[in-house]
C-alpha cells in the first residue's frame, strides 16, 4: 500500500505562485507513475500534470501548459506542483494520486491506484 499526503495549499491572488506538495509512504519502490488533479465545483477531476518515476516524461494539461511544474524529490519520496501566473479558474481541490505499474503517462483517473486527501487551492481576482 501506498500513503499519499498533500500540503501547501491556500488561498492567493490571481497572478500568484503557490506550490502544492505530496508525500509519499509505505510501498513506495512500487510508484511507476504520479499525477496531480483537481476538481473544480461541478465540475469532473481532471488531469493537471503528471510524470513517470523512471524517466523525465511530463504530461500538462493545456490549460496550465507555461505556469505550472511537476517535480520530484526521490529522496524525500515527495512530488511537487509549482504554480505560478494563477487565475481564478484554477480554483479547485487539488489531489496526488499514483499508479503501480503501466506503459507510459495514465491520463484517467480511473487509472491511478492511490490517491491523497486534497488541498484546496482558492485563488481570487
Known amino acids: 500500500q501506498v500513503q499519499l499526503v498533500e500540503s501547501g495549499g491556500g488561498w492567493v491572488q490571481a497572478g500568484d505562485s503557490l506550490s502544492v506538495s505530496c508525500a509519499a509512504s509505505?510501498?513506495?519502490?512500487?510508484?511507476?507513475?504520479m499525477g496531480w488533479f483537481r476538481q473544480r465545483p461541478g465540475k469532473e477531476r481532471e488531469l493537471v500534470a503528471a510524470m513517470m518515476l523512471s524517466s523525465t516524461s511530463t504530461y500538462y494539461a493545456d490549460s496550465v501548459k507555461g505556469r505550472f511544474t511537476i517535480s520530484r524529490d526521490s529522496a524525500k519520496n515527495t512530488m511537487y506542483l509549482q504554480m505560478s501566473k494563477l487565475k481564478p479558474e484554477d480554483t479547485a481541490l487539488y489531489y496526488c494520486?499514483?499508479?503501480?505499474?503501466?506503459?507510459?503517462?495514465?491520463?484517467?483517473?480511473?487509472?491511478?491506484?492511490?490517491w491523497g486527501q486534497g488541498t484546496q487551492v482558492t485563488v481570487s481576482s
Open positions: 509505505g510501498s513506495t519502490s512500487s510508484i511507476y507513475s
Open positions: 494520486a499514483a499508479r503501480r505499474l503501466g506503459i507510459g503517462i495514465p491520463l484517467r483517473a480511473d487509472q491511478y491506484h492511490y
